[in-house]
């Protein structure tokens, strides 16, 4: 793969005999380099495939009347930057057009190129349109109707349009109806206009053609993941294991992992949240393949945290670590107390955090566990090709116009997504909705924070803040949402030296009181008083008192260790009071020091105060999303004493 990064470009091969795209340096069948073609970056172009095919030919036939010249060819997708659902789409070794999911329309709207006006102007029943005078650089520029020499079917203000004039032909978006079209100064805007390409129309072709186009590079792929899985195994004494979370990559992965080791074990999370296809099609799977299935089951752990946490987000996942990494770390602490190295289908194109994935990598909130990523360098296209090379049986959801599977309500799936599981499960989808539109009303926010997917952000990226401004939509709750700090007093000096901050945590008083004794006893030496409520923290660095009614206060000799005290304090009530008690820092405390028993516990004989139990607590994880800052009317200037 060659990557032209000054225009985010990358480049691919199509072997225009065969009619497929080329994963190696040549076809494996016909033996052609192949002919070069660009997409954008970061080009993990994947096979289009089941109702993902029928969703792009009537998208094309609804444009022009036609989808004769891409029917029976093999067509991939290729996943852009956009508001929501934004992909290329290759067939005949180009880039003939991007389809788009508009979130306010809940619609999809094709955007042709150039290629794809080539391809289909001889064909096209409609939305054609013939004109002339004009002349120079005409990309960009409007056509009038007084030059408008043909019309050929019917079309609206917006549609893609094949435009013609002489030999040349080019895409276009029509700027009004073709009824008003002739008497209208703006008829329609050119994007591009060329003479026609000379590119080889490509054969009816299909997975087969696919699949003994590529064979060479994906034989290599797998010798290659075989390989580096013994290698590393052959050095460990620890059993080994396959993450099968039902979707394709991790089938990849076991595909890899079954070549290299004899039988591997399954490991599947359930997280609540599963679609039944994915369920069904993990047990289906371990059974006909007679492997062990072990499953971490996370019961209804999301629906008792969802109230507490508000619906997650893509910046704000708690789910993941209260539905997958706790049930996880506790089935792995029980049934593999000295470890197991876990083969995982983690791949870099996925997302930008796994970009720099390495073969062999950890997960933090998961001890015990040593994970390998064989298939980390792969695109999508590979990982399609390799499973249909070896015959493996794949989630069915993926022939239903998924292109990733997870659970059915994650936050990181898209608006277009979200839309296919309504007609897929429209109980599942009515559900969640429901509760969106109950948790909207609660906080007064507009209904379109759930219906245009804005609850899927806690901090709007730029392209959904141009949307709520092109709308007109105020997303600051109305009520009170969550937690939140009143600042009484920032670090200021106090009249006894030293410096000091007082504030009032706005947080649900859930717990007995003894638990925030113990959060805080990870930070320093703690008296605490469950029955006046009030707990003294002492450190090298200062001191803290936390009373029930969310009183914090701290004293140190420096501003910045005032700070530093003053954020750990906060933290500490509101890990005691929000504990989802997934467990993970339990099975991370190297001194066993931590137990869950009704919400976080600490011996603190045992403690070492080393924090590792604060660094994997998903609370603290995500303090910044979980708190909100709350300005005090007026600042309340206090003397404290020191001590």
């Not at 992909?87 to 389809?99: A, L, N, R, Y």
């Not at 099968?244 to 992965?253: E, P, Q, R, V, Y």
């Not at 359930?270 to 007679?290: C, H, K, M, Q, W």
């Not at 105020?474 to 009249?495: E, F, I, N, Q, T």
Request: proline letters at 4%.
């Amino acid at each position: 793969m060659t990557q032209n990064i000054a225009h985010g470009k990358v480049e691919k091969r199509w072997c225009d005999e065969c009619g497929t795209l080329l994963l190696g340096k040549a076809c494996s069948y016909c033996g052609s380099d192949g002919r070069a073609f660009e997409i954008n970056s970061p080009g993990d172009i994947r096979p289009c495939m089941g109702d993902s095919i029928g969703l792009i030919n009537d998208i094309f036939t609804e444009s022009f009347g036609t989808d004769r010249p891409i029917e029976g060819r093999m067509m991939f997708l290729n996943k852009i930057p956009g508001e929501d659902r934004s992909d290329e789409i290759i067939v005949h070794g180009e880039v003939i057009g991007v389809i788009r999911f508009d979130i306010r329309d809940r619609v999809y709207r094709l955007e042709l190129r150039q290629a794809g006006a080539d391809i289909f102007a001889v064909e096209a029943k409609k939305n054609a349109v013939g004109f002339r005078n004009m002349s120079g650089h005409l990309k960009g520029k409007v056509i009038s109707g007084a030059d408008i020499t043909e019309v050929k079917g019917d079309f609206s203000a917006g549609d893609p349009v094949i435009i013609k004039k002489g030999k040349k032909i080019g895409s276009g978006i029509a700027l009004t109806d073709s009824a008003e079209a002739a008497c209208s100064e703006r008829a329609v805007k050119i994007k591009d206009i060329d003479q026609p390409s000379d590119r080889p129309v490509s054969p009816m072709s299909g997975v087969a053609e696919f699949v003994r186009s590529n064979r060479d590079h994906l034989e290599m792929l797998e010798r290659n993941g075989v390989s580096d899985i013994r290698s590393f195994v052959s050095k460990k004494s620890m059993p080994v294991t396959v993450s099968f979370s039902g979707g394709k990559d991790s089938l990849a992965a076991y595909g890899i992992a079954a070549k290299a080791l004899k039988d591997p074990t399954l490991i599947f999370i359930d997280t609540g949240l599963e679609f039944p296809e994915t369920i069904e099609y993990v047990e289906r799977f371990a059974s006909d393949n007679s492997l062990n299935l072990m499953k971490a089951s996370a019961g209804n752990a999301f629906r008792e945290n969802v109230i507490t946490f508000g619906p997650p987000a893509k910046d704000f996942r708690w789910c993941c670590k209260v539905c997958k990494l706790g049930p996880i770390a506790d089935l792995i602490s029980r049934e593999f107390p000295c470890g197991t190295v876990t083969i995982e289908g983690n791949r870099m194109l996925e997302s930008f955090s796994r970009s720099d994935i390495g073969f062999v990598s950890k997960n933090p909130f998961v001890p015990n566990q040593t994970n390998l990523n064989p298939v980390r360098t792969w695109s999508a296209a590979d990982i399609w090709g390799y499973i249909w090379m070896r015959g493996l049986d794949y989630n069915p959801l993926y022939d239903r116009d998924f292109e990733r599977i997870g659970c059915y309500l994650c936050a990181s799936c898209l608006a277009s997504e979200w839309m296919n599981t309504g007609r897929i499960h429209p109980d599942m989808y009515s559900d969640w909705e429901r509760f969106l539109h109950g948790y909207a009303e609660s906080k007064g926010l507009p209904a379109e924070y759930a219906d245009m997917g804005f609850w899927r952000w806690k901090a709007l990226p730029p392209k959904m803040k141009q949307i709520a401004k092109e709308l007109d939509l105020d997303l600051r709750p109305k009520k009170a949402a969550g937690s939140g700090v009143k600042m009484m007093k920032g670090a200021s000096l106090c009249a006894a030296g030293g410096y000091s901050m007082e504030a009032i945590i706005d947080i649900p008083h859930t717990r007995e009181f003894s638990f925030v004794g113990d959060s805080l006893a990870v930070a320093g030496d703690v008296r605490c008083s469950s029955e006046f409520e009030i707990a003294i923290l002492r450190t090298g660095k200062g001191g803290a008192k936390i009373f029930g009614g969310g009183q914090v206060s701290v004293t140190s000799d420096s501003m910045k260790d005032a700070e530093r005290l003053f954020e750990r304090s906060v933290k500490a009530l509101i890990r005691a009071e929000m504990c989802t008690e997934c467990g993970i820092c339990a099975k991370g405390c190297p001194k066993k020091a931590v137990t869950i028993r009704g919400g976080f516990r600490v011996d603190q004989k045992r403690c070492s105060k080393c924090g590792k139990c604060e660094r994997m607590c998903m609370v603290m994880h995500y303090y910044d999303k979980i708190m909100r800052q709350i300005p005090a009317a007026d600042a309340v200037e206090r003397k404290c004493d020191k001590g």
